[in-house]
């Protein structure tokens, strides 16, 4: 999966804002908090799972910048 997500990331910005929580989407709070960081951020990305978030973190130019 992680893999898939790599690939298609076509993030043109430098900065990327990374949320690791499990069950992430399944909150009307989280994805309302979602919606309000996308307003301030454009490159949200989340992960349920901190393996695969570690490897989208490796995978990444060493000149982006996360959060």
């Known amino acids: 999966m992680t893999e898939n997500l ?5 993030n043109l910005e430098r900065l990327s804002l990374i ?17 309000q960081l996308r307003t301030l951020i454009n490159h949200l990305i989340t992960f349920e799972d901190y393996s695969q978030c570690f ?11 996360i959060i």
């Open 19 to 35: 949320w690791v929580k499990n069950s992430i989407n399944n909150s009307k709070e989280n994805v309302q908090t979602q919606k």
């Open 6 to 10: 790599i690939n298609n990331n076509q």
């Open 55 to 65: 490897e989208y973190i490796q995978s990444i130019s060493k000149d982006d910048q």
